[in-house]
């Protein structure tokens, strides 16, 4: 195990004469504070017991609820069994990779990409290969060329992990014409997409794309999603959506982890 980039990111970024724009921390005057306020009252006064009390894996069904409202804007509507929610996002991937990764497990994602994820994924002995970027997002032609060369070698990589809205750090967003050709992908070759999407409800403007869950189904996409930059890092709430097969182990993980 080693460092993660995000922890040196944070010790950097916390110095006060520092502003960065490398880490997606959001800005601190659009946090609500007498929203929590009020909801902190409310929840004091009106359901303490339930909200100290240890709670089910998955999460609270009212939460998947609003989850499935945030997901709802996008276009998606993934069954509430298929969700769970998580401490942030970066447990999201935590998780996946609990689930999938065996030592010497292949890994495809973007170069570059989170620089949080890379970290999980050598953490559980992944091999992690690395495929370009250019203005359009993932060159999904070369992710076809290394699967191709796996094949030829009897290996097949655990899953493609892509951050494919307003990437970050590289700063660029998947096309929609890449998006159908790594679905397509996923679909010939039985595997497994991880779609991060902490950004896609922040668009300026222009016309939104498709999630990749919801161009493929849901089959072989697990879908990452965070509150963190659309409300609070701070509350660490995040959640996954998953096919049954792969859910039902991302559970067991989860209590593992917190029970």
Same mark, same amino acid.
């Given at each position: 195990m080693r460092s993660s980039a995000m922890r040196d990111l944070m010790a950097i970024t916390a110095r006060p004469e520092v502003i960065s724009l490398a880490g997606g921390l959001p800005d601190t005057s659009t946090f609500p504070p007498s929203s929590f306020a009020a909801q902190m009252t409310k929840i004091a006064q009106e359901s303490a017991a339930q909200a100290l009390q240890y709670g089910p894996t998955e999460g609270f069904e009212e939460t998947k609820d609003c989850i499935l409202q945030v997901m709802g804007a996008e276009g998606m509507l993934p069954d509430p069994d298929d969700v769970i929610v998580t401490t942030g996002g970066q447990q999201a991937i935590d998780l996946v990779c609990?689930?999938?990764?065996?030592?010497?497990?292949?890994?495809?994602?973007? $170069?570059?990409?989170?620089?949080?994820?890379?970290?999980?994924?050598?953490?559980?002995? $992944?091999?992690?290969?690395?495929?370009?970027?250019?203005?359009?997002?993932?060159?999904?032609?070369?992710?076809?060329?290394?699967?191709?060369?796996? $094949?030829?070698?009897?290996?097949?990589?655990?899953?493609?992990?892509?951050?494919?809205?307003?990437?970050?750090?590289?700063?660029?967003?998947?096309?929609?014409?890449?998006?159908?050709?790594?679905?397509?992908?996923?679909?010939?070759?039985?595997?497994?997409?991880a779609e991060d999407n902490p950004y896609g409800l922040l668009r300026y403007e222009g016309d939104p794309l498709p999630p990749l869950y919801q161009l493929e189904g849901g089959d072989y996409v697990i879908y990452l999603g965070t509150f963190s930059k659309i409300l609070s890092p701070g509350i660490r709430l995040g959640w996954a959506v998953a096919p049954p097969p792969v859910m039902d182990k991302i559970v067991l993980g989860k209590q593992a982890s917190d029970l």
């Open positions: 609990k689930t999938l990764i065996d030592p010497g497990d292949v890994v495809i994602c973007e $170069a570059p990409t989170y620089p949080g994820a890379v970290p999980v994924f050598c953490s559980y002995q $992944a091999e992690v290969i690395q495929v370009e970027c250019d203005d359009d997002g993932l060159r999904v032609d070369e992710v076809e060329r290394v699967l191709d060369r796996l $094949a030829g070698e009897g290996r097949k990589p655990k899953f493609v992990y892509s951050v494919p809205t307003f990437q970050n750090p590289a700063g660029v967003t998947l096309s929609f014409d890449r998006r159908r050709h790594l679905v397509e992908l996923a679909r010939h070759h039985e595997l497994l997409i």
